[in-house]
């Protein structure tokens, strides 16, 4: 190996500045995996202890979520699909990912343009993409929120969470965000066991 070289590989430390596009294309190959991740567990259902975090603006245009949840989360949200979710889908054409959470004992159904997502994790394997919205990012004053929406491919099922507010299943707090449990606004009806 040469003296002008330094690092394990071989290459300059510093990478110089490109003419192509680099950043922009490694950011579109990491959404595309978001979305073939996504786009699998529509088809086939969560495999055993993955869960996602998806963080998304609120006021994206083209984002749809129910007005008290654009009150109360105004800049972003991160949704958690672990115990309950339906229909959940990809759109290519459109760019968008659609999902039917319950919040507060209430079904919506979330369409999220691509665009709007600021990022994504699946702690099972502990996978976490960020990614820069298009043009110029909406003011972020506050940290994102993360709503626990229980997601698997049973929907009907109603079993609450075993988990504490701000931890995952591994136990570990999310980064940089406020985990509020649905298990608190689910009906209080007998014990089933």
Known sequence: MSDDHDGENGFDAAIPDSLLPYDSWIEDAY?????????????????????????????????????????????????????QFWDLRVDRTARTVSVGLSFGGVGSTLVIPVAAITAFADPHIRLALRFTPPGPAPAQDEEPAALESAASSDASSDTASGEAPGETTDGQAPASSQVVSLAAFRKKGPNPS
């Open 31 to 83: 959404r595309d995996v978001m979305l073939r991740a996504l786009d699998h567990v529509g088809r086939e259902g969560l495999p055993d202890g993955h869960h996602f975090y998806v963080t998304f603006l609120t006021g994206w245009p083209g984002v749809e979520i129910p007005a008290r949840l654009r009150a109360q989360y105004p800049h972003d949200i991160t949704i958690v699909l672990q115990h």
